[in-house]
């Protein structure tokens, strides 16, 4: 009768650690989810922010210089030929060479 007692004290005593186990491998992950996604989800959010008012302000910018391209300030939105055979000066008669200044 004793051995029939100890057996059974002994499976009841692995089913409770067993479940124990499982129960702090539980708390465990959780607390690693909550301590990961409080940490990650800000910097994730702040990054994000980041980049959309980085994006705003290119279309802002890009908004402006077509609006003053069409008005004859600053560049046009047509973009420079990147042939190789040929040299594209991007600023043509800046330095005075198609109007006898100082290429002469």
Known sequence: MRVIVDVVTSVTNSIRFIAAMF????????????????????????SIERMSDKAIEAAQIEARNAQMSQEGWGYSNEPIPTDSTVPVDPYPGQFGEDNGGWAE
Do not use: E, H
């Open 23 to 46: 129960v702090l491998c539980m708390l465990g992950f959780g607390l690693m989810i909550t301590a990961g996604t409080s940490y990650v989800a800000p910097k994730a959010a702040d």
